[in-house]
Every structure is written in structure tokens, then in C-alpha cells.
């Protein structure tokens, strides 16, 4: 049966707060979680990844969970460590207790950040196998998630998809999200694909719309059945007025995970 009782760990995040919206004409229920209060919603379960009682609160009674809470920028090292890697643990020993048999994880394309960006026309996109190569902290802790879910397939048979998301906001606000831009309606319908695929296993895809200027191969994300219907070509010529194209001659520009690579934005809280 396909499932419809969804934990969304994140919810009052930037994503957790669209996905809430656009993934219940899905189908589904969704059971909300998060450290901060999220308003307008009293049966949201307001805790940390810390708490594992209220994780196993949480996901009693799920048919799957869409993992998207942590810190989303770099961080010093011990509360990378707390939130995203301990965290990451709690959450999946939680399902593991409860019998949850499916988990997507929001991965990062900065678990691959320090991949050379394809530039130039006959550039071949970056392959889903390619080696990680984490450019902060943040993205070691999404390596770690990525592995967590391998070794739960393995070891427990709990299916995972980790998903290296590019830039999932209203609209691209940089040149490189051009590439990478993931519009929140082609993440609701990931997100679904991911939820229902079948016989997925351990899957890693990239998450994105199918953009003009694509830097990354999307087929094992169009396997489990995504079917993107957005282009972030319209914004082009506006943020290059703006900004210029991308330079190659620049170190922020060189990379995929771009200036997480040089001088990445830090996580205020
Ligand atoms: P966000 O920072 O807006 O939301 C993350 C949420 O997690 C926040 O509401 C925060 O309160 C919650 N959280 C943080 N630590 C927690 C803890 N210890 N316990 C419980 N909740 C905690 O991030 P955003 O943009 O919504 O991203 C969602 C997820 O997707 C994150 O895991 C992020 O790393 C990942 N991602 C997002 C991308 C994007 O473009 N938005 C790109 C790549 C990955
Ligand atoms: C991420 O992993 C961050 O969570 C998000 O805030 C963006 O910075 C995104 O990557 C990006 O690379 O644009």
C-alpha cells in the first residue's frame, strides 16, 4: 500500500515549511517535527533530534519519514556532530524500533561539493557514483547520513533515498543555482517519487529541476519515477545582468558546492 502517514522532521524550516503545503495534495498526513515552534500547528512534536523519546513519539505509527531537520549551513565541528550526525543516528535507531520501513534524507550536493563544476558545452554532467567530496563540515555530516541509510538497507532492510539537493528555494537567487535550482514544486513531486518508488533499496539521487544549464545527471532520480517539470532557464538572463557568469578564474565558481567551498555561509543560531 502506498504509504500516507508521513513524519516531517524540519518542518518549520525553509523546505519543511513549502513541502508542508504542496505534499498534502499528495495524499498524504503529515506528522510535523522540529526544535522550533511552528505556528498554526498545535500537534506539531516540538523537540531536538537530541530527545530520543520524542523521536520515538514521533515515528510511531508512520508509514515513512521525510528527514529534512539539522543544520542546513557549516557550523563548528560539535554541533554539526550533535544535530546532524548523532541526530541522524537517533532518528533512524528510532525507526528501526518502530519498524518504519522507509526514510528520505535530505542530503546535500555539498557531500560532493568539491567536484569540479562541468564548464563548457561538451562537459559531461557529474555522475550519480562519483567519489564524495564533502566541502565543509555540514557536507561530511550529509556523507555520514548517506552512509547511515546504506548501512541500515543492508543491515535491517530499512529502504533509504538520499538526496543530494541542490538549491531548493522559491526561485534561484545566484548564478550557480541555475545549475542546481530545485523548485519547490519538482522537490514535492521528488519527494513523492521517493515516498512511493518501488523495490528502491539504498538509493542515492540529485535533487533538481531538469535545468537548461544542469551540472548533474538526474536518471537515478527519474528511475524511482520524478518526472521534473521545471527549468530555472527564465530567471537566466536577470541574475547574469546581475552578477555576471560564472568565472572560472574565481575559486568560489571552480566547484560544485561553490563558496561552501572557500567561504561557506555559516549557520546563525
Ligand atoms: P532550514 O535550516 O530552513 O531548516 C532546518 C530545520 O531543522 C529548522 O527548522 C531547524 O529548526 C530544524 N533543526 C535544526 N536542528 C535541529 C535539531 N537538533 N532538532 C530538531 N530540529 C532541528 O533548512 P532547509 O533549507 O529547509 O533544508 C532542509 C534540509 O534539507 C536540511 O537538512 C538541509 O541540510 C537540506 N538541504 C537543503 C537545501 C536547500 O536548498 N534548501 C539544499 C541541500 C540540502
Ligand atoms: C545546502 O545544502 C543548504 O542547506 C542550502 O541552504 C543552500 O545553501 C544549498 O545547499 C546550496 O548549495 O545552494
Redesign the pocket.
Known amino acids: 500500500p502506498a504509504p500516507r502517514t508521513i513524519l516531517l522532521t524540519g518542518a518549520a524550516g ?1 523546505m519543511g515549511t513549502l513541502m508542508r503545503e504542496l505534499l498534502p495534495p499528495y495524499g498524504y498526513e503529515l506528522r510535523l517535527f522540529d526544535v522550533v515552534p511552528i505556528p498554526d500547528a498545535p500537534d506539531a512534536i516540538i523537540a531536538d533530534l537530541a530527545d530520543k523519546d520524542a523521536l520515538r513519539r514521533a515515528v510511531e505509527g508512520v508509514d515513512a519519514i521525510i528527514h529534512l531537520a539539522g543544520i ?2 557549516e557550523a563548528p565541528f560539535e554541533k554539526i556532530l550533535a544535530a546532524n550526525i548523532q541526530g541522524t543516528y537517533n532518528l533512524y535507531e528510532a525507526a528501526r524500533e518502530a519498524g518504519v520501513r522507509r526514510i528520505v534524507f535530505a542530503s ?3 557531500a560532493v ?1 568539491f567536484t569540479p563544476r562541468p564548464s563548457g558545452d561538451d562537459a559531461p554532467l557529474i555522475p550519480i557514483d562519483t567519489p564524495r567530496r564533502p566541502d565543509t563540515y ?1 557536507g561530511i555530516s ?1 556523507s555520514f547520513g548517506e552512509d547511515l541509510g546504506s548501512y541500515y538497507w543492508d543491515k535491517y532492510g530499512i529502504e533509504s533515498v538520499a538526496i543530494r ?5 522559491p526561485e534561484p537567487t545566484n548564478v ?2 541555475l545549475s ?1 535550482w530545485m523548485s519547490p514544486a519538482d522537490g514535492a513531486r521528488l519527494l513523492h517519487a521517493a515516498l512511493t518508488a518501488e523495490d528502491i533499496g539504498y538509493t542515492v539521487v540529485y535533487g533538481s529541476s531538469d535545468n537548461t544549464r544542469l551540472w548533474w545527471d538526474l536518471s537515478s532520480a527519474r528511475a524511482l519515477g520524478y518526472d521534473p517539470q521545471d527549468d530555472s532557464e527564465p530567471y537566466a538572463a536577470k541574475l547574469i545582468a546581475e552578477h555576471g557568469e560564472l568565472d572560472p578564474a574565481n575559486p568560489d565558481h571552480a566547484n560544485l ?2 563558496a ?1 567551498c572557500t567561504n561557506p ?1 555559516i549557520w546563525p543560531h
Not at 165 to 169: A, D, K, L, T
Open positions: 525553509g542546513s549551513l546535500s550536493n555539498h561539493g555540514y550529509k539537493i541542490g538549491s531548493c528555494f550557480r543555482m542546481i558546492g561553490g561552501f555561509p
